[in-house]
Structure formats: C-alpha cells, structure tokens
C-alpha cells in the first residue's frame, strides 16, 4: 500500500523569480492538501544533512551553495498515492526531460536549479518531513 502524504520544498530559484504563488496554485488544483507548510532559509550544515545521500556526488558542493543562498518553502502535502502522483506533477529533474505542464517544465531552469523537490519514497517523505517538521507530530 503506498502512503498519503509527501514532502516538497519551493527551492531557491523559484522563490528568486517570484514563483511560488504559482506552484503552489499548481499543487492545490492537482488536488494535494497542504498538511504544513515555512517559509525558511537553509544553513549549510541544514543542506549537508538533508542531502547527506548525495554527499559523494560530483554537485554536492553545487547543491549545497544553491539550497543554501536564499529562502525556499518546505511544505507536507496529503493525497492518495502522494509520493508517485507528486513526482508527475513536477517532472523529471533536469527540466530539459520534464514533460509539458510539469512544474519544472514550467519554472525549472536547469538539473541544478529545478524548481521544486519532491520525495522519492514513502520512507524518504516521512524523514524529509520530520527534517523540516520535527516536533509537530504530522507523522
Ligand atoms: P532533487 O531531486 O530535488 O534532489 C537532489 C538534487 O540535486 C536535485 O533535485 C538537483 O537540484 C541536484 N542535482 C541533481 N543532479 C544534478 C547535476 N547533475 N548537477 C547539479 N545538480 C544536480
């Protein structure tokens, strides 16, 4: 059985451009509930921990400096088959591959710079979210 509730964050390059009326328009009209949502920005050590999976990826450094140079908006959201509907919704990651009207077709300049993240599972939404979360019980 797949779970209802997934994790997103509206990463640094779409907050710069002024997008996050819209793609949160995009995620309320496909139908997920916004269970939690901040508006916040990342430390460094933030951005190494929560992407410590890609700690020996050639663009960790890139991701780091990126997800860290100015405020993003995390947010929980709740639907049926949430993980697996919320990934069509965005798109693939480097934007260049995304199908039309995905979020990061859309609002994605770059693999790097994609807009939005959404989980890969259900076990990765659950942590993402006690990340950002933790203490609000919303798991
Ligand atoms: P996301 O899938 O949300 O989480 C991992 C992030 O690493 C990904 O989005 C991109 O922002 C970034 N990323 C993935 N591949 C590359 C790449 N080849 N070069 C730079 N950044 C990347």
């Given amino acids: 059985m797949t779970g209802n509730r997934t994790f997103t964050m509206i990463k640094p390059d779409a907050v710069e451009k002024g997008y996050i009326g819209a793609i949160l328009q995009k995620i309320t009209a496909a139908g997920f509930k916004i269970v939690a949502m901040k508006y916040t920005q990342l430390s460094q050590r933030d951005a190494e921990t929560f992407y410590a999976i890609h700690k020996e990826r050639p663009f960790f450094g890139e991701l780091v400096e990126f997800m860290t140079r100015g405020p993003i908006v995390a947010a929980v959201l709740e639907k049926d088959n949430a993980v697996e509907d919320f990934r ?40 993402e979210s006690n990340f950002h979360f933790a203490g609000r019980e919303i798991f």
């Fill in 88 to 127: 069509a919704l965005i798109g693939a990651t480097n934007p260049a591959d995304a199908a039309e009207g995905t979020i990061r077709k859309l609002y994605a300049s770059s693999v790097a710079e994609n807009a939005v993240h959404g989980s890969d599972s259900d076990e990765n939404a659950g942590i």
